[in-house]
């Protein structure tokens, strides 16, 4: 039997593993394209990164594992090509690519083989430059022979926008290591708040920083702390690793970009979790993994509406985290005093949330992905 084709411009570590889970299910080609620095190795570390010119797996100095699946290298251009290629039995693909997710949708339909779309879109971007991908998108949501997505709440959006064979893959992260005991504690103060993301505009932080502020919580009694990487946007991310100053006696401590058993140790180390994501005119958030993340330590979660665990319902407020509204600081001060004030709920939540993560796995996803496959495959009806 011919391989599937799956197509794909980002295999970070901490996807490694669901691709794997589907590369032990089916037989299946992944087709990178992308640069040379956007799919990781095996989840050891982190920032592993394929440079696809040298095909080399590095961090820092360090030589990684190979991917353990098969892959291609392709450019963006040459996906039309080799989708059309007649090498395989149907083609899947993210709704990204302004020249690889039309061209795989041609290519699958000049070869006479189905086409999956595998969707994480909950609301297209407004901007200019997306609003020429409109129409195409709404055009594969309904001709796609299949659309996977990430959840309900993409679920609900594809739909509404003419998709009749939809799947859910939920999203996963490796759920044995997150959820490993944490030996190196990471601790600022006895009630520790975490964050952990890039410092862009949409995670958040500039309305993270008011609700911080607005929630009374001072030193030596409580603290933020800010782990990730990028470029800070927001006078909370631009913090130091020394308490912030101005705005109150409230610690808030940047530890910068970390390795994922740095991140583990922070998660296990902390008492909630925050996911203040905001709305953009380019950027909902599609899931937000952290979530899984910390609740694989048992640890409650706060997330605004407009992050996708909470639209998808693995953050359900009042069950297994906190679901507050975006860009409302307010509202997000009080359900941070709230868990402060309040170590049985804290536990509640934690233990609820421990509870329901486990099963959002890797063998899920594929299974879900699987499923999208043999109903395009067969042509049946929609889950």
Same mark, same amino acid.
């Given at each position: 039997?011919?391989?599937?084709?799956?197509?794909?411009?980002?295999?970070?570590?901490?996807?490694?593993?669901?691709?794997?889970?589907?590369?032990?299910?089916?037989?299946?080609?992944?087709?990178?394209?992308?640069?040379?620095?956007?799919?990781?190795?095996?989840?050891?570390?982190?920032?592993?990164?394929?440079?696809?010119?040298?095909? *080399?797996?590095?961090?820092? *100095?360090?030589?990684?594992?190979?991917?353990?699946?098969?892959?291609?290298?392709?450019?963006?251009?040459?996906?039309?090509?080799?989708?059309?290629?007649?090498?395989?039995?149907?083609?899947?693909?993210?709704?990204?690519?302004?020249?690889?997710?039309?061209?795989?949708?041609?290519?699958?339909?000049?070869?006479?083989?189905?086409?999956?779309?595998?969707?994480?879109?909950?609301?297209?971007? *407004?901007?200019?430059?997306?609003?020429?991908?409109?129409?195409?998108?709404?055009?594969?949501?309904?001709?796609?022979?299949?659309?996977?997505?990430?959840?309900?709440?993409?679920?609900?959006?594809?739909?509404?926008?003419?998709?009749?064979?939809? %799947?859910?893959?939920?999203?996963?992260?490796?759920?044995?290591?997150?959820?490993?005991?944490?030996?190196? !504690?990471?601790?600022?103060?006895? %009630?520790?708040?975490?964050?952990?993301?890039?410092?862009?505009?949409? *995670?958040?932080?500039?309305?993270?920083?008011?609700?911080?502020?607005?929630?009374?919580?001072?030193?030596?009694?409580?603290?933020?702390?800010?782990?990730?990487?990028?470029?800070?946007?927001?006078?909370?991310?631009?913090?130091?690793?020394?308490?912030?100053?101005?705005?109150?006696?409230?610690?808030?401590?940047?530890?910068?970009?970390?390795?994922?058993?740095?991140?583990?140790?922070?998660?296990?180390?902390?008492?909630?979790?925050?996911?203040?994501?905001?709305?953009?005119?380019?950027?909902?958030?599609?899931?937000?993994?952290?979530?899984?993340?910390?609740?694989?330590?048992?640890?409650?979660?706060?997330?605004?509406?407009?992050?996708?665990?909470?639209?998808?319902?693995?953050?359900?407020?009042?069950?297994?985290? !906190?679901?507050?509204?975006?860009?409302?600081?307010?509202?997000?001060?009080?359900?941070?005093?709230?868990?402060?004030?309040?170590?049985?709920?804290?536990?509640?939540?934690?233990?609820?949330?421990?509870?329901?993560?486990?099963?959002?796995? %890797?063998?899920?996803?594929?299974?879900?992905?699987?499923?999208?496959?043999?109903?395009?495959?067969?042509?049946?009806?929609?889950?």
């Amino acid at each position: 039997m011919k391989p599937v084709l799956f197509v794909t411009n980002h295999v970070p570590a901490a996807r490694v593993g669901a691709f794997a889970a589907l590369a032990a299910k089916t037989d299946v080609v992944f087709a990178l394209y992308g640069g040379r620095v956007r799919h990781g190795g095996v989840p050891n570390g982190g920032g592993q990164v394929l440079n696809c010119r040298t095909g *080399k797996r590095t961090y820092g *100095k360090e030589r990684l594992d190979p991917l353990p699946f098969e892959t291609v290298e392709v450019s963006e251009r040459g996906v039309h090509a080799l989708a059309a290629s007649g090498r395989y039995r149907a083609v899947i693909t993210g709704t990204v690519g302004r020249v690889a997710l039309p061209g795989a949708y041609a290519g699958a339909r000049r070869a006479d083989v189905p086409f999956v779309l595998w969707a994480s879109l909950w609301a297209h971007p *407004k901007t200019p430059a997306h609003a020429g991908s409109w129409l195409m998108l709404q055009h594969l949501y309904r001709s796609a022979d299949a659309v996977v997505t990430y959840g309900p709440h993409v679920s609900a959006y594809v739909r509404a926008n003419g998709a009749l064979r939809v %799947f859910e893959a939920p999203q996963a992260v490796d759920n044995a290591f997150w959820g490993g005991q944490v030996a190196d !504690l990471r601790r600022r103060a006895p %009630f520790q708040v975490v964050f952990t993301g890039r410092g862009a505009r949409e *995670k958040g932080l500039t309305v993270l920083g008011r609700a911080w502020r607005a929630s009374g919580l001072q030193v030596p009694h409580a603290a933020l702390v800010l782990v990730g990487g990028g470029r800070p946007r927001s006078r909370a991310s631009a913090a130091s690793a020394a308490p912030l100053r101005g705005g109150g006696a409230s610690a808030v401590y940047a530890v910068g970009a970390l390795r994922p058993l740095e991140v583990r140790n922070f998660l296990g180390s902390s008492d909630v979790c925050v996911i203040p994501s905001i709305r953009t005119l380019s950027f909902r958030e599609p899931w937000g993994l952290v979530a899984n993340e910390a609740m694989n330590q048992g640890l409650p979660v706060i997330a605004t509406d407009a992050v996708g665990a909470a639209a998808g319902g693995l953050v359900r407020h009042e069950r297994t985290g !906190l679901v507050v509204p975006a860009g409302d600081h307010v509202a997000l001060a009080g359900a941070i005093r709230r868990l402060y004030d309040d170590p049985a709920l804290r536990h509640r939540l934690g233990s609820a949330g421990r509870e329901a993560v486990a099963d959002y796995t %890797f063998e899920a996803w594929a299974d879900g992905i699987l499923g999208a496959l043999k109903a395009a495959e067969e042509g049946g009806s929609s889950c």
